[in-house]
């Protein structure tokens, strides 16, 4: 039921914290890949050993604790489909609802931009305290969902609201969050469309025949899969998602300096002029006797290779326009812009490619693989590249 999905498990320092073993072997059962990190209160009451065997995976405890070159919290938030942070303790519900990053688990949650199911556990007594139930209230407004602890004998001897709610709740819960979820839901994907254009004068320009269908198709759909989308684009268009209208070579580069830290995702798809005018003339250039005028033209920043160089966490996809030796050049593009994918394309075909309605392209990947997809319509290579990208 759940697999492909991996679902974070947060224990902290209450008595409750048994349960969740068995709450474990649940997802387990349901073939999710299941993490397991826990405050160090929470060790008081479960065995690092017991949770490992049952998770079949590290648990984590401290921060600082496995190397990588993501900090951990960073690498557990981004690693994971869903949390569930079972019991939470009074203590552990408060700090995250004041923003405290004091342990690993409270840093994750911090971090974590993903549904969070919080199923808290306490003393009865705690669990009135106004202090507590303002916490709650702020966490339920930030769109965490709260599972009510329910009533009965509690472990510290009282009887009222505190246990921990019932584990298949949890279960379920957590089921219906991750099936709602679309697969590129969270996702912040930046694409660009369209053929750059780099005035002469005031009424001409050098360009080139892209229409911004292949760009467009993959901003519509990722934006139909779930994803934040960003759309640079050189081509007027209107979309339920950010669109931001460039023109040159540089206000696309401009336009992807402002966004790109925060992407998760940059696909390439505009067809960027490598060469301006070196000199811009305000005025429109006059007709002489002169039989030839001279452009001078100079080099336009390579906005690809650029993000390859300042990357870090981000996917950064090109596309590649060939005439000729199209999987030969691609081969080269790739190491030499530096790229985790190529699209190759021909542009000497007319039913594919500039202004077609289809496309059929290589797609190369970093390790040298090369996957081609036979001639559809740039829809349908648009979602068979995310399903490349994302699997
Ligand atoms: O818009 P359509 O009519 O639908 O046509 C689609 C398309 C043919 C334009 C598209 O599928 C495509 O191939 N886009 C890339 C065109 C291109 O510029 O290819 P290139 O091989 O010259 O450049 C390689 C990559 O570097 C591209 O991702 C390009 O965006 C990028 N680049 C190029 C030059 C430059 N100065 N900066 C760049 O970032």
Redo the contacts with the bound molecule.
């Keep these: 039921m759940l697999s492909g999905k991996t679902v974070l498990i947060g224990i902290t320092g209450g008595i409750a914290a048994y349960k969740i073993c068995e709450l474990i072997r649940m997802f387990k059962r349901a073939n999710a890949n299941v993490k397991v990190i826990c405050t160090p209160n929470a060790m008081n009451f479960v065995t690092k050993l017991t949770l490992q065997n049952l998770s079949q995976n590290e648990v984590g405890i401290e921060e600082f604790e496995i190397p990588d070159f993501k900090p951990e919290h960073i690498s557990y938030a981004d690693g994971a489909d869903i949390m569930v942070i079972a019991p939470a303790t009074a203590n552990t519900i408060s700090k995250i609802a004041n923003g405290i990053c004091d342990n690993l688990l409270t840093s994750v949650v911090c971090a974590f931009h993903k549904p969070v199911i919080i199923a808290p556990a306490m003393n009865c007594n705690m669990w009135q305290n106004q202090a507590v139930q303002e916490n709650l209230k702020k966490l339920a407004a930030y769109g965490y969902t709260i599972l009510e602890p329910e009533n009965g004998f509690l472990a510290c001897g009282y009887e009222g609201q505190g246990r921990l709610c019932a584990l298949e709740k949890i279960f379920d819960a957590a089921v219906k969050k991750l099936s709602q979820q679309k697969p590129l839901e969270w996702e912040k994907i930046i694409i660009?469309?369209?053929?750059t254009i780099e005035d002469i004068d005031p009424v001409r320009y050098i360009s080139?025949?892209?229409?911004?269908?292949?760009?467009?198709?993959l901003a519509d759909t990722a934006y139909s899969l779930g994803a934040d989308v960003h759309l640079i684009t050189t081509?007027s268009t209107q979309k339920p998602y950010v669109v931001e209208k460039v023109k040159s070579?540089r206000e696309?580069?401009n336009a992807l300096d402002e966004t790109f830290q925060n992407a998760d995702c940059v696909i390439?798809?505009?067809?960027?002029?490598?060469y301006r005018v070196k000199q811009q003339s305000e005025q429109k250039i006059k007709k002489t006797s002169d039989e030839e005028i001279t452009l001078t033209l100079v080099?336009?920043?390579?906005?690809?290779?650029?993000?390859c160089e300042i990357k870090t966490h981000q996917t950064v996809?090109?596309?590649?326009?060939?005439s000729e030796n199209l999987i030969e050049?691609a081969k080269e593009?790739i190491s030499q812009?530096g790229?985790d994918y190529?699209?190759?394309?021909d542009?000497s075909r007319k039913d594919i490619?500039?202004?077609?309605d289809y496309?059929e392209?290589s797609i190369l990947k970093k390790d040298g693989s090369i996957k081609k997809l036979e001639k559809a319509d740039?829809y349908t290579i648009a979602r068979q590249i995310f399903e490349e990208i994302y699997g």
């Design positions: 660009t469309a369209g053929g080139n025949y892209s229409s911004g269908k292949m760009g467009i198709a081509v070579a696309m580069q390439m798809a505009a067809a960027v002029a490598d080099k336009n920043p390579d906005i690809l290779k650029h993000l996809v090109g596309f590649c326009a060939e050049n593009k812009k790229c190529l699209i190759a394309n542009i490619g500039f202004s077609s496309n392209v740039k």
